[in-house]
């Protein structure tokens, strides 16, 4: 069964910071590219930032030089680093995993992150 598990979301006032991690389970990690998505209230789905099982990376225009994007394959974990965060990063943040080699995709159940003094 394929779980991906996120974790690290909550309230933050602007400019503050936070980690988000996602666990998976049931998937062979290194053939993933594993990216996040959010969705505000009222607003699609959208990428933030994705990395490839070689570590490629890339990222929102609206988040570059704030976010950063990790994954640990030993651990079978992604990580969003996020700093300097403004009220317009507020949203329920996805963990997703596409395999490379086929049309096989997973989501995680979101994580809720509130930006606000």
């Known amino acids: 069964q394929v779980q991906l598990v996120e974790s690290g979301g909550g309230l933050v006032q602007p400019g503050g910071s936070l980690r988000l991690s996602c666990a998976t389970s049931?998937?062979?990690?290194?053939?993933?590219?594993m990216a996040w998505y959010r969705q505000a209230p009222g607003k699609q789905r959208e990428l933030v930032a994705a990395?490839?099982?070689?570590?490629?990376?890339n990222y929102a225009e609206s988040v570059k030089g704030r976010f950063t994007i990790s994954r640990d394959n030993a651990e079978k974990a992604v990580y969003l680093q996020m700093s300097n965060l403004q009220p317009e990063d507020a949203a329920v943040y996805y963990c997703?995993?596409?395999?490379?080699?086929?049309?096989?995709?997973?989501w995680g159940q979101g994580t809720q992150v509130t930006v606000s003094s």
């Open positions: 049931g998937i062979t990690f290194t053939l993933y590219r």
């Open positions: 997703y995993a596409k395999f490379n080699l086929g049309s096989a995709d997973y």
């Open positions: 990395i490839t099982s070689g570590g490629s990376r």
